[in-house]
T-cell receptor
């Protein structure tokens, strides 16, 4: 069965620090990869997605992620975080041309202090 | 607002009561998903509709849970004889059909069983 692992459960950073959140998945076939963000009191929103092509994908708000197929990884990065990035971040995977149901990781809670 | 809409936002019920939640997807989306999210976890897939057909149900979905999408538009999720373990956030998402599509989430219904 597919699974998604997020290694960092809780990350605390100061503003302007760099961010990298780890995500690994277990599935040998073709996958789509996603990062969703959930700001306090709000619904899940898509940060970025990878379907195919350039393994370095750019999302909203300065986030990017790199798909490394050999490592089954899709780590999320941001060079300089802001207080407004405080949120919970979820990595997710699905198999295209299937049900497209998403398998989520357990999430990483990011707190950014001014 | 043309996003995914869920009602009610919050529901408190006594153990043993039945509850029903509603989801209105984005109008042109023919795929609809229900997920459940508990504290400290990522969303877990419950069930999936393509138009009015329920095509997949998770093993998490016990016999007390039933979902419908009668006309391929809105969907309802009913929980009968609620238990304290049913307390969670119930999320609805919708997407277009196709291999490389993204899901849009509603704000969820938070169920508390007392």
């Amino acid at each position: 069965a597919q699974s998604v692992s997020q290694h960092n459960h809780h990350v605390i950073l100061s503003e302007a620090a760099s961010l990298e959140l780890g995500c690994n998945y277990s599935y040998g076939g073709t996958v789509n990869l996603f990062w969703y963000v959930q700001y306090p009191g709000q619904h899940l929103q898509l940060l970025l997605k990878y379907f195919s092509g350039d393994p370095l994908v750019k999302g909203i708000k300065g986030f990017e992620a790199e798909f490394i197929k050999s490592k089954f990884s899709f780590n999320l990065r941001k060079p300089s975080v802001q207080w407004s990035d405080t949120a919970e971040y979820f990595c997710a995977v699905n198999r295209p041309y299937n049900t497209d149901k998403l398998i989520f990781g357990t999430g990483t809670r990011l707190q950014v202090f001014p | 607002d043309t996003g995914v809409s869920q009602n009610p936002r919050h529901k408190i019920t006594k153990r043993g009561q039945n509850v029903t939640f509603r989801c209105d997807p984005i109008s042109e989306h023919n795929r609809l998903y229900w997920y459940r999210q508990t504290l400290g976890q990522g969303p877990e897939f419950l069930t999936y509709f393509q138009n009015e057909a329920q095509l997949e149900k998770s093993r998490l979905l016990s016999d007390r849970f039933s979902a419908e999408r009668p006309k391929g538009s809105f969907s309802t999720l009913e929980i009968q004889r609620t238990e304290q373990g049913d307390s969670a956030m119930y999320l609805c998402a919708s997407s277009r059909q196709g291999g490389n599509t993204e899901a849009f989430f509603g704000q969820g219904t938070r169920l508390t069983v007392v």
